[in-house]
C-alpha cells in the first residue's frame, strides 16, 4: 500500500495545513489545559494554499500536473471544504481524476442514476459483458431514459449507496449472485460529534480549512476541530446542550433536566445558544474519532414508519453514542473559550450516532461467505465488476478515510490489464429513450 498512498496523494496534492484559524487555535488552547498539547498536529488536506507570508485568492496555472489540469486558486480560509469550495482551491475529483480522464476520452454522465445491471447475452457471470441502464436523477418524469453496454463495471457509489443499489439489484434479480455477506461489517469510525458555541461575538470559528488540526486525547481518540462557512447554520437544529449519561430515557430525562436548569439560571445565554442564526461563525465542532473495533449489519427491509418501499435499515448492537473523555473534552474546551459545550440532538433523544464516515458493507475477503469481495476488489461471482469505494474497507481506521479510499482505488486498477485493443471492445451508449 504505500506507493498507492503516494499516488494518491500526488493525486489529490495532499499538503500539511498551514492555515490555522481560531477554532484551531482554540482547541490547542484546550489541549494545554487538558495536558494532551503535545499531540496537537496539523492536518493533512487536499487544498492548494499559498506561500507562508502570501494572501490566499491568487489564480496560477495548474500546480499539479505539468500544466495539464485546470487553473487553481490558492485558499483563502472560507471554512467551506465541506460544504463546496467555490473558489478552485481544494483538490476534489473534478479538478484531478476526472478532469484528466475526460481530455483522454472518458465522457461523464452528470446527473445520472444507475437503476440496472444486467449480464449481456445471457451470460450470468457477465464474462460477455453488461448492459447499465440510468435515468436522470433530477427528473420528476421525463427520466431520460438510457442503456449503455459495457465489458466491465465498477461501483463507486460510497458506502451507503453501493449497498443500496446491489441490494436492490440483487433483490430483483438482476445480479443474484451478489454474496449474502452484502451489508454485514458496516463501520463509523466509532465517531461522536460534539463541540462548544461561543457566542460572545470575539472570533468568527467559521474561518480557516473544514478541519484545519486536530489532537490524540487518549491512545484511542482523536479529535479534530471542524468548521462551516458562515451562513451554514442548519446545523445548529441537529445540536442541544451537553448531555452526558448512559443512553435511553434516563440520558433524555437528563437532558430535559440541565435544558429546563440552563433556562431558569442564564435565560437570555441559553437563548442565544440555542436560536440557530450565526451557528457556524459561533460554533467548533469537535470530531472525536476512535480505531476500536464496532460494527452493524445494514439490511434491505421495509422500516415500520413507511412499508411502502425497502431501505437500508441498521440491525445488530448499536455504535456507541456517548463518549465520555470526548464529552469532558467537550466541557474543557467550552470553558476555555467561554462557551457553552453541545451534543448532537439525535444521539440524545433516538440514540443514534453521527457520522461523517459511514465505510464497510462489501468488505474484502478470500471468500464469497465472508466478504463481497476478493483482494483484487472484484465481485465474487461476476467477471469485470469491481468495487472501488469506501464500502470494502473492513475495520475501523479512526481518522478520515478518504485517502485510504483513494489508494485502495489505486491499487485495484493496478489489476487491471490493459486493453489490447479499445476499438474491438463491445461498448455503446444508446441515448434514445429504452423501455
Not at 451470460?123 to 418524469?141: I, L, P, Q
Request: proline share 5%; glycine share 10%.
Amino acid at each position: 500500500m504505500p506507493q498507492h498512498y503516494g499516488t494518491a496523494a500526488r493525486m489529490l496534492g495532499v499538503i500539511e495545513n498551514k492555515i490555522l484559524g481560531p477554532a484551531d487555535c482554540l482547541l490547542k488552547s484546550a489541549a494545554e489545559v487538558a495536558h494532551v498539547a503535545d499531540t496537537f498536529y496539523h492536518t493533512s488536506v487536499a487544498i492548494l494554499e499559498a506561500p507562508d507570508g502570501e494572501l490566499g485568492g491568487k489564480t496560477a496555472c495548474d500546480p499539479f500536473f505539468g500544466g495539464e489540469g485546470p487553473d487553481r486558486t490558492t485558499c483563502i480560509g472560507c471554512g467551506g471544504c465541506m460544504m463546496g469550495c467555490r473558489f478552485g482551491a481544494k483538490n476534489t475529483l473534478d479538478l484531478n481524476y476526472l478532469f484528466l480522464a475526460e481530455k483522454r476520452g472518458a465522457q461523464v454522465f452528470d446527473q445520472t442514476k444507475v437503476v440496472d445491471v444486467l449480464s449481456l447475452d445471457g451470460s450470468t457471470d457477465g464474462s460477455a459483458g453488461y448492459e447499465v441502464f440510468t435515468v436522470n436523477s433530477t427528473a420528476w418524469f421525463l427520466r431520460d431514459r438510457r442503456r449503455i453496454t459495457c465489458g466491465g463495471v465498477v461501483f463507486a457509489a460510497s458506502s451507503l449507496g453501493t449497498m443500496e443499489l446491489l441490494f436492490h439489484l440483487k433483490e430483483k434479480g438482476s445480479l443474484p449472485a451478489i454474496s449474502s455477506q452484502l451489508g454485514r461489517h458496516v463501520r463509523t469510525n466509532s465517531e461522536s460529534l460534539i463541540g462548544a458555541r461561543i457566542t460572545s461575538g470575539r472570533e468568527d470559528f467559521s474561518t480557516g480549512v473544514a478541519i484545519g488540526s486536530g489532537i490524540y486525547i487518549d491512545e484511542h481518540t482523536h479529535i479534530e476541530a471542524v468548521r462551516y462557512p458562515r451562513g451554514s447554520d442548519t446545523m445548529s437544529f441537529l445540536t442541544t446542550i451537553l448531555t452526558d449519561g448512559t443512553p435511553g430515557r434516563a440520558r433524555v430525562m437528563l437532558w430535559l433536566k440541565n435544558t429546563l436548569l440552563a433556562l431558569a439560571r442564564h435565560p437570555i445565554r441559553t437563548l442565544r445558544f440555542l436560536q440557530p442564526f450565526g451557528f457556524a461563525k459561533e460554533a467548533v465542532i469537535l470530531l472525536c474519532m476512535q480505531a476500536l473495533d464496532g460494527h452493524i449489519t445494514m439490511r434491505w427491509e421495509r422500516p415500520w414508519f413507511w412499508p411502502f418501499r425497502k431501505f437500508l435499515v441498521s440491525r445488530g448492537k448499536k455504535v456507541p453514542t456517548y463518549i465520555p473523555q470526548a464529552n469532558e473534552f467537550a466541557k474543557t474546551l467550552a470553558r476555555v473559550g467561554h462557551g457553552t459545550a453541545m451534543s448532537m440532538l439525535p444521539e440524545i433523544l433516538f440514540n443514534v450516532p453521527g457520522t461523517a464516515h459511514c465505510i464497510g458493507g462489501c468488505v474484502i475477503a478470500a471468500n464469497s461467505d465472508r466478504g463481497v469481495v476478493d483482494a483484487q476488489h472484484r465481485v465474487f461471482g461476476y467477471k469485470n465488476m469491481y468495487i472501488c469505494d469506501g464500502s470494502v474497507i473492513g475495520a475501523n481506521l479512526g481518522v478520515n478515510p478518504s485517502l485510504t479510499i483513494t489508494a485502495l482505488a489505486e491499487r485495484a486498477m493496478r489489476f487491471i490489464p490493459a486493453a489490447p485493443d479499445r476499438a474491438a471492445k463491445k461498448v455503446g451508449v444508446s441515448l434514445t429513450p429504452h423501455p
